[in-house]
């Protein structure tokens, strides 16, 4: 369990609420230089903590979609210090549940991208149509000073 405030976490007076997005990676974008990622403006997260960040990859994908978390101009996950898409996630039929986080969303800093690439382009292997990933944030939204 998580007791990181004076009021210790729990469900109960803590309650979190979902955002979720939904982003389509295309096979033109084949590499790092041709990642896709959500436009300026439409996932941005309220004052708060995010607690838990849930991202699914659909059966069929081979592990040949990258796909990474930034808060503003810095990769949050995975955490990834040369901030180039060094470090990612992926999967097939796989949910990665990241859960009992403590990442402070401050005002001035609550626009979210979700950049993804596919592996086609690098010789891994081949992506032969657009893929959709699904990503839930749970934020417990606090209210600001």
């Not at 949050?76 to 549940?97: E, F, K, N, Q």
């Not at 382009?121 to 959709?132: A, F, M, R």
Request: net charge negative.
């Amino acid at each position: 369990m998580v007791s990181d405030l004076p009021d210790g976490y729990s469900e109960a007076n803590n309650p979190l609420q979902i955002y979720d997005y939904h982003l389509t990676v295309p096979v033109a974008a084949h590499d790092w230089a041709a990642r896709v990622y959500n436009p300026a403006g439409t996932l941005v997260l309220p004052v708060g903590i995010l607690r838990r960040v849930l991202l699914f990859f659909p059966p069929g994908l081979n592990n040949t979609v990258r796909a990474f978390i930034w808060q503003g101009v810095n990769q949050i996950i995975p955490v990834d210090p040369a901030g180039i898409g060094a470090r990612y996630l992926t999967g097939d039929s796989y949910m990665w549940d990241m859960y009992d986080l403590f990442h402070p969303i401050v005002a001035g800093a609550t626009q979210f991208y979700i950049i993804a690439h596919n592996t086609s382009g690098l010789g891994v292997d081949t992506v032969s149509s657009d893929h959709t990933i699904d990503i839930y944030f749970m934020v417990e939204v606090l209210p600001v000073p």
